[in-house]
Nanobody, 114 residues
Framework: QVQLVESGGGLVQPGGSLRLSCTAS????????MGWFRQAPGTQRDLVAR???????EYADSVKGRFTISRDNRSNRLYLQMNSLKLDDTAVYYC????????WGQGTQVIVSS
């Protein structure tokens, strides 16, 4: 059973930065396209950034130019650098494959507040 563990969230002021990390307990991690998802209270879980096994990235319009997704296949880790954070970025952030999801981790809470 694959385990996903997200970390790095916290409370930050608008305009601030955070770096999220995700560790996957799966040796085939390097072969799989991965994504960062977020879910705000009362909303559905949405994909905000994705990265292919070779490092090609795509972003939702809402985070383009502010967030950067990256991966370290040697350590089975996924990262999300979040800059210029806005109030609307407040959510629980999760990592996972892009389809046929692994069991979801606990997520990491990001709160953007002044």
């Amino acid at each position: 059973q694959v385990q996903l563990v997200e970390s790095g969230g916290g409370l930050v002021q608008p305009g601030g930065s955070l770096r999220l990390s995700c560790t996957a307990s799966r040796s085939t991690f390097s072969l799989i396209s991965m994504g960062w998802f977020r879910q705000a209270p009362g909303t559905q879980r949405d994909l905000v950034a994705r990265i292919s096994s070779s490092g090609i990235t795509e972003y939702a319009d809402s985070v383009k130019g502010r967030f950067t997704i990256s991966r370290d296949n040697r350590s089975n880790r996924l990262y999300l650098q979040m800059n210029s954070l806005k109030l609307d970025d407040t959510a629980v952030y999760y990592c996972n494959k892009l389809s046929q999801f692994w069991p979801w981790g606990q997520g990491t809470q990001v709160i953007v507040s002044s």
